[in-house]
Protein backbone atom coordinates (compact mmCIF):
# COMPACT_ATOMS: atom_id res chain seq x y z
CA UNK A 1 0.00 0.00 0.00
CA UNK A 2 1.54 3.46 -0.69
CA UNK A 3 0.48 6.80 1.35
CA UNK A 4 -1.99 7.83 -1.06
CA UNK A 5 -3.66 4.29 -1.15
CA UNK A 6 -3.73 4.70 2.85
CA UNK A 7 -5.38 8.25 2.62
CA UNK A 8 -8.08 6.94 0.49
CA UNK A 9 -8.80 3.83 2.52
CA UNK A 10 -9.28 5.63 5.50
CA UNK A 11 -11.47 8.27 3.80
CA UNK A 12 -13.62 5.01 2.44
CA UNK A 13 -14.02 3.29 6.28
CA UNK A 14 -14.97 7.13 6.84
CA UNK A 15 -17.88 7.52 4.07
CA UNK A 16 -18.94 4.09 5.80
CA UNK A 17 -18.58 5.47 9.26
CA UNK A 18 -16.40 2.50 10.52
CA UNK A 19 -14.44 4.04 12.52
CA UNK A 20 -12.99 1.69 14.23
CA UNK A 21 -11.87 0.00 10.57
CA UNK A 22 -11.06 4.26 9.79
CA UNK A 23 -8.82 4.66 13.61
CA UNK A 24 -6.65 1.16 12.78
CA UNK A 25 -5.17 2.85 9.72
CA UNK A 26 -3.25 6.35 12.50
CA UNK A 27 -1.12 5.60 15.29
CA UNK A 28 -2.08 5.39 18.40
CA UNK A 29 -0.63 8.99 19.54
CA UNK A 30 -2.42 10.54 16.41
CA UNK A 31 -2.85 14.10 16.34
CA UNK A 32 -5.70 14.94 14.55
CA UNK A 33 -6.53 18.85 14.10
CA UNK A 34 -9.43 20.42 12.73
CA UNK A 35 -8.29 23.91 11.94
CA UNK A 36 -10.01 26.55 12.78
CA UNK A 37 -11.53 24.05 15.59
CA UNK A 38 -10.32 21.73 18.27
CA UNK A 39 -6.94 19.95 18.18
CA UNK A 40 -7.14 16.40 19.32
CA UNK A 41 -4.18 13.29 20.33
CA UNK A 42 -5.01 9.92 20.27
CA UNK A 43 -7.40 7.40 18.56
CA UNK A 44 -10.23 7.34 21.17
CA UNK A 45 -10.25 11.15 21.38
CA UNK A 46 -10.69 10.95 17.28
CA UNK A 47 -13.35 8.67 17.80
CA UNK A 48 -14.80 10.90 20.52
CA UNK A 49 -15.22 13.46 17.69
CA UNK A 50 -15.77 11.78 15.31
CA UNK A 51 -18.87 9.72 16.39
CA UNK A 52 -21.26 11.90 17.28
CA UNK A 53 -21.05 13.34 13.84
CA UNK A 54 -21.05 10.80 11.74
CA UNK A 55 -23.98 9.19 13.98
CA UNK A 56 -26.10 12.05 12.72
CA UNK A 57 -25.37 11.80 9.11
CA UNK A 58 -27.47 9.18 7.17
CA UNK A 59 -24.90 8.83 4.46
CA UNK A 60 -21.20 10.38 3.87
CA UNK A 61 -19.67 10.99 0.53
CA UNK A 62 -15.85 12.66 1.05
CA UNK A 63 -14.89 13.92 -2.58
CA UNK A 64 -11.53 14.13 -3.33
CA UNK A 65 -10.72 16.61 -5.93
CA UNK A 66 -6.98 16.64 -5.98
CA UNK A 67 -4.48 14.59 -4.13
CA UNK A 68 -1.03 14.22 -4.22
CA UNK A 69 1.27 12.08 -2.08
CA UNK A 70 5.09 12.02 -1.32
CA UNK A 71 7.31 9.49 0.27
CA UNK A 72 6.41 6.59 1.55
CA UNK A 73 5.27 4.36 3.98
CA UNK A 74 7.84 4.76 6.77
CA UNK A 75 7.29 8.93 5.99
CA UNK A 76 5.13 9.89 3.86
CA UNK A 77 2.92 13.59 3.42
CA UNK A 78 -0.18 13.41 1.98
CA UNK A 79 -2.15 16.41 1.06
CA UNK A 80 -5.97 16.62 -0.70
CA UNK A 81 -8.13 19.10 -1.53
CA UNK A 82 -12.36 17.50 -0.37
CA UNK A 83 -15.77 18.12 -0.41
CA UNK A 84 -16.68 16.55 2.40
CA UNK A 85 -21.08 15.96 1.92
CA UNK A 86 -22.80 14.47 4.87
CA UNK A 87 -26.72 14.01 4.07
CA UNK A 88 -28.62 14.91 7.38
CA UNK A 89 -32.02 14.25 7.40
CA UNK A 90 -33.28 15.18 3.65
CA UNK A 91 -30.40 17.54 2.84
CA UNK A 92 -26.69 17.66 1.89
CA UNK A 93 -24.07 19.75 4.17
CA UNK A 94 -20.95 20.22 2.05
CA UNK A 95 -17.58 21.50 3.35
CA UNK A 96 -14.88 22.22 1.27
CA UNK A 97 -11.52 21.96 2.61
CA UNK A 98 -7.95 21.00 2.38
CA UNK A 99 -6.14 18.08 3.97
CA UNK A 100 -2.85 17.26 5.06
CA UNK A 101 -1.88 13.57 6.14
CA UNK A 102 1.57 12.76 7.85
CA UNK A 103 2.16 9.13 7.18
CA UNK A 104 5.00 6.97 9.92
CA UNK A 105 5.21 3.68 10.10
CA UNK A 106 2.62 2.49 7.97
CA UNK A 107 0.04 4.48 9.61
CA UNK A 108 -1.34 7.93 10.01
CA UNK A 109 0.18 9.57 12.59
CA UNK A 110 -1.20 13.69 11.19
CA UNK A 111 -4.57 14.24 9.87
CA UNK A 112 -5.31 18.34 9.50
CA UNK A 113 -8.10 19.81 8.01
CA UNK A 114 -8.00 23.33 6.83
CA UNK A 115 -11.82 25.00 6.38
CA UNK A 116 -13.53 27.62 6.87
CA UNK A 117 -15.90 28.18 9.76
CA UNK A 118 -18.30 30.45 8.59
CA UNK A 119 -18.98 28.52 5.85
CA UNK A 120 -19.28 25.24 7.95
CA UNK A 121 -21.87 26.88 9.63
CA UNK A 122 -23.89 28.43 7.15
CA UNK A 123 -23.55 25.19 5.76
CA UNK A 124 -25.06 23.02 8.90
CA UNK A 125 -27.57 26.11 9.41
CA UNK A 126 -29.29 25.06 6.09
Avoid at 46 to 71: H, M, N, Y
Avoid at 78 to 87: A, H, P, Q, S
Avoid at 95 to 121: C, H, M
Wanted: aromatic fraction near 10%.
Amino acid sequence: MTPDELVRTFIKHIEAKNLDAACSLMTDDCEYDNVPMAKVFGIEAVKQILGPFTSGCSEIDWVIVRQSATGDMNAGVVLNERIDRFKMGERWVELPLAGVFEIKNGKISLWRDYFDLATFQKAMAG
